[in-house]
């Protein structure tokens, strides 16, 4: 190992050498880099120099390799990808040894596993923080932690998640929401969603939980609805089924939260349970703080 040649390589020039090289140009090579043309220009230089070669040959519209960068650019880009994803395991590992553990949710979880229950379970381990992320949906709340922007999510359905377990937690009622008022729902102790598709539709936007289980239960029924409005938060759904504007599918724990005066509340039928679990990041190995919120979780759920 050369010693005084290490010294002498900077990992800005082989990142503009890369850059550049990928790129194809000097001006989306400065632009991915958000530094000046004339810069990238001093570090080839530079890096030209100090190893006695010229690697790019450039034109007034192109920049093309010469035999000695295409040598040293399959090198480069192999140490770039090592040093980078080595830094980026180190610090991942680093942070899952602290003992924070970023956990979330979204609000209608509360109903099972309310913010009383996460005290307990902070006193007792009083050397874990748990600082918790609420989202308004189950696909956002996923994201955090897909991102590693969290490290475990309590969330409706069973996704996809990099390979790593769903773990069921309990199991989720969907409600039919009517208003009060309405002479068709008279009597009934439980209704279909082909009985509610005869009315107006109030319901969450695309890309939400509840919208891809009712656009899946629409699609196997060959059910055809009418939406108008389409409402991100529950508050907002049962504000229009209370005004008479349609009907609307929630499940039963975000009705336990919400005031439903002016509402119906009928089970809804032909309908299977939606699970709500655990998920993990998984892109890091799971710290054993986030391992004991997770079995806290289980713990606590079996007990109720």
């Known amino acids: 190992m050369d010693l ?15 850059t550049i090289a990928e790129s194809g140009s000097f001006r989306s090579a400065a632009v991915r880099l958000n530094i000046s043309q004339s810069a990238l220009s001093v570090h080839i230089r530079q890096l030209e120099r100090m190893l006695e070669v010229k ?7 192109s920049v093309a390799l010469t035999a000695e960068g295409y040598r040293l650019l399959p090198v480069a880009q192999m140490l770039a990808t090592e040093l980078t994803g080595t830094a980026k395991l180190l610090t991942e590992e680093a942070r899952a040894k602290k003992r924070i553990v970023r956990f979330a949710t979204v609000p209608f979880t509360l109903s099972r596993c309310p913010p009383d229950l996460l005290k307990t379970f902070c006193d007792r381990h009083p050397g874990i923080e748990v600082r918790l992320a609420i989202r308004e949906s189950s696909t956002m709340a996923e994201e955090l932690v897909k991102n590693g922007e969290a490290d475990i999510g309590l969330v409706y359905r069973k996704p996809e998640h990099d390979g790593r377990d769903f773990c069921a937690v309990f199991y989720e009622t969907l409600m039919a929401v009517v208003p009060a008022g309405e002479s068709a729902f008279a009597g009934m102790t439980g209704v279909t969603l082909r009985e509610l598709a005869r009315f107006p539709f109030v319901i969450q936007p695309e ?3 509840m919208r891809e289980v009712l656009d899946s239960n629409f699609a196997s029924q060959n059910i055809e609805i009418r939406s108008d409005y389409a409402v991100l938060h529950a508050d907002g759904l049962i504000a229009l089924v209370r005004a008479g504007l349609g009907v609307a599918v929630l499940p039963a724990g975000v009705l336990s939260l919400l005031n439903v005066d002016g509402c119906r509340v009928i089970p809804l039928k032909e309908v299977s349970q939606q699970p709500v679990g655990l998920i ?14 997770r079995d806290f979780i289980l713990e606590t759920s079996r007990e109720h």
């Open 4 to 18: 005084a040649l290490l010294r002498r390589l900077s990992l800005n020039h082989l990142a503009t050498f890369i």
């Open 55 to 61: 690697l790019l040959d450039r034109t007034t519209r």
């Open 207 to 209: 890309g939400t939980f």
């Open 280 to 293: 993990l990041a998984p892109k890091v190995p799971s710290s054993t703080a986030t391992l004991a919120l």
